[in-house]
């Protein structure tokens, strides 16, 4: 059974970092695209980065320079490194991977607020 659990999301002051992580079991995501949405409340939700197997990234334009996101194919976790973090950044955070009908956890609450 393919699960998709995300952790490291909380509370932080504006110019502060989270690391999100997304704990992946039943696919491997060494062979599969990954990705990190975000669904800030009453809005859309929308991809904030990407990773195909072969390593490549993109980022949504809000923050690219201040997200990085990675991947640990020993562990089947996927990283989100967020800095400099803005009021706007606030949302629920999802992890994905877009095979069959498509995979989504549960998501993880980001407040940056001071």
């Known amino acids: 059974q393919v699960q998709l659990v995300e952790s490291g999301g909380g509370l932080v002051q504006p110019g502060g970092s989270l690391r999100l992580s997304c704990a992946v079991s039943?696919?491997?995501?060494?062979?599969?695209?990954m990705g990190w949405y975000r669904q800030a409340y009453g809005k859309e939700r929308e991809l904030v980065a990407a990773?195909?197997?072969?390593?490549?990234?993109n980022y949504a334009d809000s923050v690219k320079g201040r997200f990085t996101i990675s991947r640990d194919n020993a562990k089947n976790t996927v990283y989100l490194q967020m800095n400099s973090l803005k009021p706007e950044d606030t949302a629920v955070y999802y992890c994905q991977c877009p095979i069959g009908f498509g995979y989504w956890g549960q998501g993880t609450q980001v407040t940056v607020s001071s």
């Open positions: 990773i195909r197997s072969g390593g490549s990234t």
């Open positions: 039943g696919i491997s995501i060494s062979i599969n695209p």
